[in-house]
């Protein structure tokens, strides 16, 4: 079954505490990103990855890092979460190129820093 | 920043009526558009895309897509309690992937 997975589903950390957040798609795409969603804000892009080793920032990228090294994989990393990154985070991937590839969305991490 | 605009709703539909659904977009080299339904706690799921003017039917849901104004709807026919949600815009910017995303639209279905 193609699909992206994300863990945790839910997770409450403290301020400054370093954490991950894991997504694997199985679908050999090119082309993953990190979401975030808030209400009224709809989904604003973090960061994507193109290809292995190649990454970039979103529209939001402050507070965050990113990793691919390999294809199937693209952890996002808070190395000091702060509360206003309480939030919730969808990984997503697709084909690169082509004008009608669907995005295939991960099942949403809902993180809370307290 | 290049922008997509939806009303935020909450769009009220009794059952059994047309729910209709409009996105707008600011990039006029937009390439294709999608429309995405998520629930709430959900991920968001897609419905439908569009790259063409005109419209695209698919079931009870059809796509409009007018370049010239920039923007993008949909209509939800015969809607369901089940069509409750919110109904994400999606614009493919480039041929590359990224999608910007609207707010959402809220629609609730009376019975």
């Known amino acids: 079954e193609a699909q992206v997975t994300q863990n945790p589903r839910y997770l409450i950390t403290v301020t400054g505490k370093k954490l991950t957040v894991t997504c694997s798609q199985n679908m050999n795409h090119e082309y993953m990103s990190w979401y975030r969603q808030d209400p009224g804000l709809g989904l604003r892009q973090i960061y994507y990855s193109m290809n292995v080793e190649v990454t970039d920032k979103g529209d939001v990228p402050e507070g965050y890092k990113v990793s691919r090294k390999e294809k199937r994989n693209f952890p996002l990393i808070l190395e000091s979460p702060s509360p206003n990154q309480t939030s919730l985070y969808f990984c997503a991937s697709r084909v690169t190129g082509g004008r009608n590839t669907e995005a295939f969305f991960g099942q949403g991490t809902r993180l809370t820093v307290v | 920043q290049k922008e997509v605009e939806q009303n935020s709703g909450p769009l009220s539909v009794p059952e059994g009526a047309i729910a209709s659904l409009n996105c707008t977009y600011s990039?006029?080299?937009?390439?294709?558009f999608f429309w995405y339904r998520q629930y709430s706690g959900k991920s968001p799921e897609l419905i439908m895309f569009?790259?063409?003017?005109g419209d695209k039917e698919d079931g009870r849901f059809t796509a409009q897509l007018n370049k010239a104004s920039q923007y993008v709807s949909l209509l939800i026919r015969d809607s369901q309690p089940s069509d409750s949600a919110t109904y994400l815009c999606?614009?493919?910017?480039?041929?590359?992937?990224?999608?910007?995303f609207g707010a959402g639209t809220q629609v609730v279905v009376t019975p």
């Open positions: 999606a614009v493919n910017e480039n041929s590359w992937g990224k999608l910007q």
């Open positions: 569009i790259y063409s003017n």
């Open positions: 990039d006029r080299g937009s390439q294709s």
